[in-house]
């Protein structure tokens, strides 16, 4: 890399369940309100941008360019061009990586990277069925033709289609999968109810100490992370019946990450251009690695960071010790847990062409501020959200800390970056 | 004694709440025939308005504005209506809103406007002035915040039919030149529907075929609020927080139709032209200024 890449500060919205007080916002709405939040903080308005990456999972036909319309809605100059990019639950730390390595290159100055999703929003769908007799009577020559084409709809064709969380090749969905996972991986409910815990209790300190004051904005009237519960316990949680895995699964509403809306973006500079304008420069991009694996032929569908860290560690020459702090993706607790299995499993992690065991993690590093269980995952955000808060925790420990990211995604996919303080 | 004696002593009715608001919709809607034009001296007044955030988000959907936490100004020009609707309703007034075209209008955001604030609203009725064709009646809006006047709007109608003594003024003439759209508007034929949903505007030239006939127009026509709305969205981030929108309605836009859009900056403002689809002439010609 030619230039040093930085992350000089986040703006998100409350995250909120579906349906919850963000309902009536849109991806575009959401991605507008992050932005505008995030030039306002920075001093950006009317400025252009080298580039604006973002991207929604459930995203609507007409949002084709989801991300350049919600520039255009928002405080940056017109003349700033975007792109949208969909990486399942990555998206937002794939938009990151795009924009730092161009930033890199010399490509661009600076640039912002976000992520948005409405699942009070979602897309619904006509079904195949009609939308192909739909396409034969526009084809039709003629009255009669399109007549008898129409005359092939019946009632079970008019039933929408919404848009299914299901992996298209196992027809599991993703808490199914984990569920797989986690009893291969001996994932207790216990396990499992004490991550959903302390991210709640580690989400509701870091609000009380303000410590997102300068990374979200409040919209619509909601000022802080509508998900929260801070005073969930342990006991309560270990109360709620199993949602996936049947009568004796271990995953439940509280351990699992709840359908979301929200945005988030990250601002990220050369150093250079950070220091130009008098910005802060919270944490260096370093690197960053993208892995899958052969869930149709199953392996785990969310342990594809597993791979992706090893490989990344060996590249950089570093050990779990050396990180500072880790964020891993609380897609679901017990992807937590298997993951950090996995990355102590010498047998599992030669199986994924390692050297040996990437290593245990000491818990007391681990989501520090809370992660996804409790402030809610709307799943294109995430990555942008993970990003300013683990650059600004860095910065705060001091220069030359660091600290890695992991997200797992759809589609048994991977994505893991290593920031450094700056 | 001068005008602004005169508002300070206006008398002001306050409205509780939209009760009662069909009836004077309704008387609001029958023709008064050619009296002398004659408006209520009195103010009206709505206090502690709660914005709905949902009516809000249909609005801005609507209008194809971004759903924020300040809200357009158009929006609150819809919240204060219902009070136009109430005065020209109200037995004194000879002038009523079915007959009378809305042909002019100009509303000022003082600050920007947050979808969580609690408003008062005032209207008022000025004195008719004469006109050709008829009585022009300026309709008056405030919008405050604790004390603190955040919107002022003046919807300027022409009571056609009516009367005024004396000689009649003019509305002012906006400079208007032929050129080619920069974007053309499809409007489809429920859009008068879909924005009387979020407007509470019932006058059924905006929706009905038959009525809009029964007017002289071929077709239903999209309200002229609508349009100015719709024009503002398109500016919407090069907004600055305080600014005036004057909007002169020179043709209504039939649905369903098509409609030319352009704008171009002006020394800190934006002028914006909805026209024909040629671009020949104009349907509302609109001058924001910070």
Same mark, same amino acid.
């Given at each position: 890399?030619?230039?040093?890449?930085?992350?000089?500060?986040?703006?998100?919205?409350?995250?909120?369940?579906?349906?919850?007080?963000?309902?009536?916002?849109?991806?575009?709405?959401?991605?507008?309100?992050?932005?505008?939040?995030?030039?306002?903080?920075?001093?950006?308005?009317?400025?252009?941008?080298?580039?604006? $990456?973002?991207?929604?999972?459930?995203?609507?036909?007409?949002?084709?360019?989801?991300?350049?319309?919600?520039?255009?809605?928002?405080?940056?100059? #017109?003349?700033? #061009?975007?792109?949208?990019? /969909?990486?399942?639950?990555?998206?937002?730390?794939?938009?990151?990586?795009?924009?730092?390595? %161009?930033?890199?290159?010399?490509?661009?100055?600076?640039?912002?990277?976000?992520?948005?999703?409405?699942?009070?929003?979602?897309?619904?769908?006509?079904?195949?069925?009609?939308?192909?007799?739909?396409?034969?009577? /526009?084809?039709?020559?003629?009255?009669?033709?399109?007549? %008898?084409?129409?005359?092939?709809?019946?009632?079970?064709?008019?039933?929408? /289609?919404?848009?299914?969380?299901?992996? #298209?090749?196992?027809?599991?969905?993703?808490?199914?999968?984990?569920?797989?996972?986690? $009893?291969?991986?001996?994932?207790?409910?216990?396990?499992?109810?004490?991550?959903?815990?302390?991210?709640?209790?580690?989400?509701?300190?870091?609000?009380?100490?303000?410590?997102?004051?300068?990374?979200?904005?409040?919209?619509?009237?909601?000022?802080?992370?509508?998900?929260?519960?801070?005073?969930?316990?342990?006991?309560?949680?270990?109360?709620?019946?199993?949602?996936?895995?049947?009568?004796?699964?271990?995953?439940?509403?509280?351990?699992?990450?709840?359908?979301?809306?929200?945005?988030?973006?990250?601002?990220?500079?050369?150093?250079?251009?950070?220091?130009?304008?008098?910005? #802060?420069?919270?944490?260096?991009?370093?690197?960053?690695?993208?892995?899958?694996?052969?869930?149709?032929?199953?392996?785990?569908?969310?342990? =594809?960071?597993?791979?992706?860290?090893?490989?990344?560690?060996?590249? /950089?020459?570093?050990?779990?010790?050396?990180?500072?702090?880790?964020?891993?993706?609380?897609?679901?607790?017990?992807?937590?847990?298997?993951?950090?299995?996995?990355?102590?499993?010498?047998?599992?992690?030669?199986?994924? =062409?390692?050297?040996?065991?990437?290593?245990?993690?000491?818990?007391?590093?681990?989501?520090?501020?809370?992660?996804?269980?409790?402030?809610?995952?709307?799943?294109?955000?995430?990555? $942008?959200?993970?990003?300013?808060?683990?650059? %600004?925790?860095?910065?705060?420990?001091?220069?030359?800390?660091? =600290?890695?990211?992991?997200?797992?995604?759809?589609?048994?996919? =991977?994505?893991?970056?290593?920031?450094?303080?700056? | 004694?001068?005008?602004?004696?005169?508002?300070?002593?206006?008398?002001?009715?306050?409205?509780?709440?939209?009760?009662?608001?069909?009836?004077?919709?309704?008387?609001?809607?029958?023709?008064?025939?050619?009296?002398?034009?004659?408006?209520?001296?009195?103010?009206?007044? +709505?206090?502690?308005?709660?914005? *709905?955030?949902?009516?809000?988000?249909?609005?801005?959907?609507? &209008?194809?504005?971004?759903?924020?936490?300040?809200?357009?100004?158009?929006?609150?020009?819809? !919240?204060?209506?219902?009070?136009?609707?109430? +005065?020209?309703?109200?037995?004194?007034?000879?002038?009523?809103?079915?007959?009378? @075209?809305?042909?002019?209008?100009?509303?000022?955001?003082?600050?920007?406007?947050?979808?969580?604030?609690?408003?008062?609203?005032?209207?008022?009725?000025?004195?008719?002035?004469?006109?050709?064709?008829?009585?022009?009646?300026? !309709? @008056?809006?405030?919008?405050? @915040?604790?004390?603190?006047?955040?919107?002022?709007?003046?919807?300027?109608?022409?009571?056609?039919?009516?009367?005024?003594?004396? *000689?009649?003024? *003019?509305?002012?003439? *906006?400079?208007?030149?032929?050129?080619?759209?920069?974007?053309?508007?499809? !409007?489809?034929?429920?859009?008068?529907?879909?924005?009387?949903?979020?407007?509470?505007?019932?006058?059924?030239?905006?929706?009905?075929?038959?009525?809009?006939?029964?007017?002289?127009?071929?077709?239903? !026509?999209?309200?002229?609020?609508?349009?100015?709305?719709?024009?503002?969205?398109?500016?919407?981030?090069? +907004?600055?927080?305080?600014?005036?929108?004057?909007?002169?309605?020179?043709?209504?836009?039939?649905?369903?139709?098509?409609?030319?859009?352009?704008?171009?900056?002006?020394?800190?403002?934006?002028? &914006?032209?909805?026209?024909?689809?040629?671009?020949?002439?104009?349907?509302?010609?609109?001058?924001?200024?910070?």
């Amino acid at each position: 890399m030619n230039h040093n890449v930085v992350v000089v500060g986040g703006n998100r919205t409350p995250f909120a369940k579906a349906g919850g007080p963000l309902r009536e916002a849109s991806n575009h709405d959401l991605l507008t309100a992050a932005l505008d939040g995030l030039v306002a903080r920075h001093g950006l308005a009317g400025v252009r941008l080298g580039e604006v $990456a973002g991207g929604a999972v459930l995203k609507h036909s007409k949002d084709f360019n989801l991300t350049r319309e919600a520039v255009l809605s928002s405080a940056l100059s #017109p003349l700033t #061009p975007a792109c949208d990019l /969909q990486q399942a639950c990555a998206t937002g730390l794939e938009t990151t990586m795009y924009i730092a390595n %161009k930033i890199a290159l010399g490509q661009l100055d600076a640039g912002i990277a976000a992520g948005v999703d409405s699942t009070s929003d979602a897309p619904i769908a006509v079904s195949d069925g009609l939308r192909r007799i739909l396409l034969a009577a /526009q084809a039709a020559k003629t009255p009669a033709a399109r007549l %008898k084409a129409l005359a092939r709809i019946r009632p079970s064709h008019l039933a929408p /289609q919404a848009p299914s969380v299901a992996e #298209p090749r196992t027809g599991l969905s993703m808490g199914e999968h984990q569920a797989l996972t986690g $009893a291969r991986w001996s994932v207790t409910r216990e396990e499992q109810d004490e991550i959903a815990a302390e991210s709640h209790r580690k989400l509701a300190a870091a609000w009380q100490e303000g410590f997102f004051d300068d990374l979200v904005t409040p919209y619509l009237g909601l000022a802080k992370d509508a998900i929260l519960r801070p005073d969930t316990t342990v006991e309560k949680l270990s109360a709620l019946r199993p949602v996936f895995g049947g009568p004796e699964g271990t995953m439940t509403a509280g351990n699992s990450t709840a359908l979301s809306d929200g945005a988030a973006a990250v601002l990220l500079a050369s150093e250079t251009w950070a220091k130009e304008r008098g910005l #802060p420069m919270l944490a260096r991009i370093v690197d960053a690695e993208i892995a899958a694996v052969d869930h149709p032929g199953g392996d785990d569908l969310l342990l =594809g960071p597993v791979a992706a860290t090893g490989r990344l560690l060996a590249r /950089q020459g570093l050990e779990v010790s050396d990180f500072a702090l880790v964020e891993i993706h609380e897609a679901f607790a017990s992807t937590v847990v298997s993951t950090l299995k996995a990355w102590a499993d010498e047998e599992y992690c030669r199986s994924l =062409g390692l050297d040996g065991a990437i290593g245990e993690l000491d818990r007391d590093r681990l989501n520090v501020t809370g992660s996804s269980l409790a402030v809610g995952h709307p799943f294109a955000a995430t990555g $942008a959200r993970l990003v300013p808060t683990l650059a %600004k925790l860095l910065h705060e420990k001091g220069p030359g800390s660091k =600290g890695l990211i992991s997200v797992c995604a759809a589609g048994g996919q =991977g994505l893991v970056a290593i920031l450094e303080a700056v | 004694m001068g005008a602004d004696t005169e508002a300070t002593a206006r008398r002001e009715v306050r409205v509780t709440d939209a009760s009662g608001l069909r009836t004077a919709f309704v008387r609001a809607m029958m023709p008064a025939g050619r009296a002398p034009a004659r408006v209520p001296s009195h103010s009206l007044v +709505l206090e502690h308005v709660v914005q *709905d955030p949902a009516r809000l988000a249909a609005y801005d959907r609507v &209008c194809g504005f971004t759903l924020r936490d300040s809200v357009p100004p158009t929006w609150l020009h819809v !919240l204060a209506f219902p009070l136009h609707v109430r +005065l020209l309703g109200a037995q004194d007034s000879t002038v009523r809103l079915v007959g009378a @075209v809305h042909v002019r209008n100009t509303m000022t955001l003082h600050r920007p406007v947050g979808v969580g604030e609690a408003l008062r609203i005032e209207v008022h009725a000025e004195a008719p002035r004469p006109h050709v064709k008829g009585a022009l009646v300026d !309709l @008056v809006g405030a919008i405050s @915040v604790h004390d603190e006047t955040v919107w002022t709007g003046v919807s300027t109608y022409l009571a056609q039919g009516s009367h005024v003594a004396g *000689d009649p003024v *003019d509305l002012p003439r *906006d400079h208007f030149e032929p050129g080619t759209p920069q974007g053309l508007w499809r !409007l489809k034929g429920d859009l008068g529907k879909r924005y009387k949903a979020v407007s509470g505007d019932p006058n059924p030239i905006h929706t009905s075929r038959v009525m809009a006939r029964a007017f002289g127009f071929p077709r239903p !026509l999209i309200h002229g609020m609508w349009t100015h709305a719709h024009a503002l969205a398109q500016l919407e981030s090069r +907004l600055p927080d305080a600014y005036t929108a004057t909007v002169g309605f020179a043709r209504p836009v039939l649905l369903p139709g098509t409609v030319g859009y352009r704008t171009a900056a002006h020394d800190g403002g934006w002028d &914006c032209a909805v026209t024909t689809k040629d671009g020949a002439r104009p349907h509302l010609l609109m001058r924001v200024e910070p």
